[in-house]
């Protein structure tokens, strides 16, 4: 059988973390930075562990003023010692939780620019790989940070977004965007189903994208996030597509 993972941000605060658990096959833990605080990461991680979910670290920016979105330039030792602290802080919980971090998402911001910034898409995978060579890196299909992930010889998660519209270069649309979202649930999920089976999408101006879908990105703030899972999960189940870590 054909399998994806599905993958949602949590201990953000959001308060439906156990039910989201139950729903995803991967779950992006907050490090207490953009969001959240330890005690919600503690909690993520039992129930993680309840629900068989693999662990992966969502380190940001030090910007929870704006929830990690806000662009950064920052020195690379300063945003390299943020990255070390908070991963470390994870790994800490992880060991008295008695489960495994396998893999680490940046968050928001973090993210985006990594995907078209070299330098910083190298000082992430650089980074991540000193702390842990054992952990893969996920990050946007088709983007820098993929590319330097796999340089480094980290296994690497290639990512898709369900909800949220792409630009014909295969990068994300500004959240600053309108058009930022994908406009309904029936929209997304069959965008989920192309992405999946197909491996493409088709950006706003028509251009149809490319895209390797080994994980797909289910937003989880907001009691809506569980219904939409839900018709994700059964859409790919018609389609014969399990869910499932990778």
Same mark, same amino acid.
């Not at 941000?9 to 995803?24: F, H, K, N, S, T």
């Given at each position: 059988?054909?399998?994806?993972?599905?993958?949602a941000?949590?201990?953000?605060?959001?308060?439906?973390?156990?039910?989201?658990?139950?729903?995803?096959?991967?779950?992006?833990?907050?490090?207490?930075?953009h969001?959240?605080d330890?005690?919600?990461?503690?909690?993520?991680?039992?129930?993680?562990?309840?629900?068989?979910v693999?662990?992966?670290?969502?380190?940001?920016?030090?910007?929870?003023?704006?929830?990690?979105?806000?662009?950064?330039?920052?020195?690379?030792?300063?945003?390299?010692?943020?990255?070390?602290?908070?991963?470390?802080s994870?790994?800490?919980?992880c060991?008295?939780a008695?489960v495994?971090?396998?893999?680490?998402?940046?968050?928001?911001?973090?993210?985006n620019?990594?995907?078209?910034?070299?330098?910083?898409?190298?000082l992430?995978?650089?980074?991540?790989?000193?702390?842990?060579?054992?952990?893969?890196?996920?990050?946007?299909?088709?983007s820098?940070?993929?590319?330097?992930?796999?340089?480094v010889?980290?296994g690497?998660?290639?990512?898709?977004?369900?909800d949220?519209?792409?630009?014909?270069?295969g990068?994300?649309?500004?959240r600053?965007?309108?058009?930022?979202?994908?406009?309904?649930?029936?929209?997304?999920v069959?965008?989920?189903?192309?992405? &999946?089976?197909?491996?493409e999408?088709?950006?706003?101006?028509?251009?149809?994208v490319? &895209?390797?879908?080994?994980?797909?990105?289910?937003?989880?703030?907001?009691?809506?996030?569980?219904?939409?899972?839900?018709?994700?999960?059964?859409?790919l189940q018609?389609?014969?597509i399990?869910?499932?870590?990778?």
């Amino acid at each position: 059988m054909k399998t994806v993972d599905l993958n949602a941000d949590l201990a953000e605060g959001c308060g439906i973390d156990r039910d989201l658990m139950q729903r995803v096959s991967s779950a992006n833990i907050a490090c207490a930075v953009h969001a959240g605080d330890a005690v919600e990461m503690y909690r993520a991680l039992t129930w993680a562990k309840q629900y068989g979910v693999r662990i992966g670290a969502h380190p940001a920016f030090p910007d929870r003023e704006n929830f990690g979105r806000r662009n950064m330039n920052m020195p690379s030792e300063h945003l390299r010692a943020h990255l070390l602290y908070q991963l470390g802080s994870l790994q800490a919980l992880c060991d008295a939780a008695g489960v495994a971090m396998s893999y680490v998402k940046p968050h928001g911001a973090l993210y985006n620019q990594a995907a078209a910034d070299e330098q910083l898409a190298s000082l992430i995978a650089g980074t991540v790989r000193a702390f842990n060579p054992e952990l893969k890196l996920m990050a946007l299909s088709g983007s820098l940070l993929l590319q330097a992930g796999g340089a480094v010889g980290l296994g690497v998660v290639s990512e898709v977004f369900a909800d949220r519209r792409y630009l014909a270069d295969g990068s994300l649309v500004p959240r600053s965007r309108s058009d930022a979202q994908v406009g309904s649930d029936g929209e997304a999920v069959a965008q989920v189903l192309r992405m &999946v089976g197909k491996g493409e999408v088709e950006s706003t101006d028509g251009t149809i994208v490319k &895209v390797r879908a080994d994980s797909i990105c289910l937003h989880g703030d907001g009691t809506h996030a569980l219904e939409f899972a839900d018709k994700i999960r059964a859409a790919l189940q018609a389609k014969g597509i399990g869910i499932k870590a990778v």
